[in-house]
């Protein structure tokens, strides 16, 4: 499976969301965890894709760790913002795949931290590998509908 086969997958998990945002967890080309973005229908501001995803999956294990998320991947429709990349360093997670980035939502005009993934997992104490522009394009066009 390639990263756009996961990518496809978290696109369809956009078209649920609040906002257009989804991701998945992926492990051993296996789906661990599906998410999307639940901010309104929820009344929290932390329930973005990646959030979503991330509680879901480290809250039905038994332990803590911070690296309850090695070997794992996670995709992302979007670049993660500053909390959600904070999250990600927080759970270990191996790899962060990303469509759409911060500045493409900024241009247009969609609200971002103007802070990258990758400079935030750069600042962290995990080895986290940041691949971006997986079916960018895809991930945008989802909020021109
Ligand atoms: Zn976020």
């Given at each position: 499976m390639?990263?756009?086969?996961?990518?496809?997958?978290?696109?369809e998990?956009?078209?649920?969301?609040?906002?257009?945002y989804?991701?998945?967890?992926?492990?051993?080309?296996q789906?661990?965890?599906?998410?999307y973005?639940?901010?309104?229908?929820?009344?929290?501001?932390?329930?973005?894709?990646?959030?979503n995803?991330?509680?879901?999956?480290t809250?039905?294990?038994?332990?803590?760790?911070?690296?309850?998320?090695?070997?794992?991947?996670?995709?992302?429709?979007c670049?993660?913002?500053?909390m959600?990349?904070?999250?990600?360093?927080?759970?270990?997670?191996?790899?962060i795949?990303?469509?759409?980035?911060?500045?493409e939502?900024?241009?247009?005009?969609?609200?971002?931290?103007?802070?990258?993934?990758?400079?935030?997992?750069?600042?962290?104490?995990?080895?986290?590998?940041?691949?971006?522009?997986i079916?960018?394009?895809k991930?945008l066009?989802?909020?021109?509908?």
């Amino acid at each position: 499976m390639n990263h756009e086969h996961w990518m496809e997958i978290a696109l369809e998990e956009a078209k649920k969301g609040d906002y257009p945002y989804g991701a998945v967890l992926v492990k051993d080309n296996q789906i661990f965890v599906k998410g999307y973005n639940t901010t309104v229908r929820d009344n929290d501001v932390s329930a973005h894709a990646e959030i979503n995803v991330l509680r879901s999956f480290t809250m039905g294990m038994k332990n803590y760790s911070l690296d309850i998320l090695r070997g794992y991947t996670l995709y992302t429709t979007c670049e993660p913002c500053p909390m959600c990349a904070a999250a990600c360093v927080w759970s270990g997670v191996s790899e962060i795949v990303y469509g759409a980035s911060i500045q493409e939502l900024i241009d247009m005009d969609i609200k971002q931290i103007d802070i990258s993934c990758e400079t935030l997992v750069k600042q962290g104490f995990q080895n986290i590998k940041v691949t971006p522009g997986i079916l960018g394009h895809k991930c945008l066009e989802l909020f021109k509908n």
